[in-house]
Nanobody, 118 residues
Framework: QVQLVQSGGGLVQPGGSLSLSCAQSGAVYGLWILNWYRETPGKQREWVASITRDGDRQYADSVKGRFAISRDAKNFTLYLQMNKVQLEDTAMYFC????????????WGQGTQVTVSS
């Protein structure tokens, strides 16, 4: 089992910056990919960014060039640095992890609200 505990988030003005964290514990050595997703009322959960165990990063077009995903492998913490935020970035953000088992398991953080408003 893996536990994901998120921190960060809150209120930020358009054009500002914010950082999210996701601390992993438990069977973390089995994880192969870490993701950030976001969700707004009435919409499907949207994938934002991912980073693999090897450090390969991918971003959704909507955040490319503004957000940066990173991880501290030593301390088992995932980060999302959000820069030049826009009103459209307002959402509940979730970290996600998947292990490399034959039948992969998915793990989710509790979610953290990010509100972009002037």
């Amino acid at each position: 089992q893996v536990q994901l505990v998120q921190s960060g988030g809150g209120l930020v003005q358009p054009g500002g910056s914010l950082s999210l964290s996701c601390a992993q514990s438990g069977a973390v050595y089995g994880l192969w990919i870490l993701n950030w997703y976001r969700e707004t009322p009435g919409k499907q959960r949207e994938w934002v960014a991912s980073i693999t165990r090897d450090g390969d990063r991918q971003y959704a077009d909507s955040v490319k060039g503004r957000f940066a995903i990173s991880r501290d492998a030593k301390n088992f913490t995932l980060y999302l640095q959000m820069n030049k935020v826009q009103l459209e970035d307002t959402a509940m953000y979730f970290c996600h992890a998947q292990d490399s088992a034959l039948i992969p398991k998915d793990y989710w953080g509790q979610g953290t609200q990010v509100t972009v408003s002037s």
